[in-house]
């Protein structure tokens, strides 16, 4: 399998900042998905990592290590809006794409 | 605006029936698309690769024969979940990249389906 691995849930205060790790197999790797999705909804695409280091977008940023096969998802200024399942999923040989777990994340006032 | 279309929202059916999927893609031709299901607070589990033209690439533990699906055109492709159980009961979703996006990957608004 891809083992992809994330934490199951998360809890921070609102306005805080929050990072949720992701760690994946690195054999047929090619790049490295952030997706957001709410309860009963799509998911929603925040980012894609194919090379190392970070990538800012407002105030979601991510993070690649290809060698160490370690990404994160860095939330600044948390909102009440980003309460959320946050969805790592690796992108494979063969443009196929799978998901880990997913990380329920909760924004307390 | 939506780039990928999916039909129904949601379907509560008797055990035994099938039940039809659509996913569209709306303003793009997609010669693959895939399908997921998805467990309440789960995530997304790759159920098949549909492809254009042939037979549909399944993942190890998926039962062809239960999901049949079916790419007759560039923008639109099927999923029927054949004599369906209350363990088919999942939120069932498309997705597809559109050219010029990259490796980015659109999802279709999910189908919740409850088998009674």
């Known amino acids: 399998g891809q083992n992809i691995d994330q934490p199951t849930e998360m809890t921070a205060t609102e306005g805080a900042i929050v990072q949720i790790n992701c760690t994946y197999q690195t054999s047929g790797f090619n790049g490295l998905f952030w997706y957001q999705q709410h309860a009963g909804e799509a998911p929603t695409f925040l980012s894609y990592n194919v090379l190392d280091g970070l990538e800012e977008k407002g105030r979601f940023s991510s993070f690649l290590s290809r060698s160490k096969g370690y990404s994160y998802l860095l939330l600044k200024e948390l909102q009440m809006k980003d309460s959320a399942s946050y969805l790592c999923g690796r992108n494979n040989a063969g443009n196929m794409l799978t998901f880990g777990g997913g990380t329920r994340l909760m924004v307390k006032p | 605006g939506a780039v990928v279309s999916q039909h129904p929202s949601w379907v509560i059916c008797k055990s035994g029936t099938s039940v039809k999927i659509e996913c569209r893609s709306l303003?793009?031709?997609?010669?693959?698309m895939f399908w997921y299901r998805q467990f309440p607070k789960q995530s997304l589990m790759l159920m098949a690769t549909?492809?254009?033209?042939?037979?549909?690439?399944?993942e190890q533990g998926v039962e062809k024969d239960k999901f049949l699906i079916n790419h007759a055109s560039l923008t639109l492709s099927t999923l029927t979940v054949t004599s369906a159980h209350p363990e088919d009961s999942s939120f069932y979703i498309c997705?597809?990249?559109?050219?010029?996006?990259?490796?980015?990957?659109?999802f279709g608004s999910g189908t919740q389906l409850s088998v009674l």
């Open positions: 303003d793009f031709q997609a010669t693959t």
């Open positions: 997705s597809a990249r559109r050219t010029g996006e990259g490796e980015k990957l659109f």
């Open positions: 549909s492809n254009e033209g042939s037979k549909a690439t399944y």
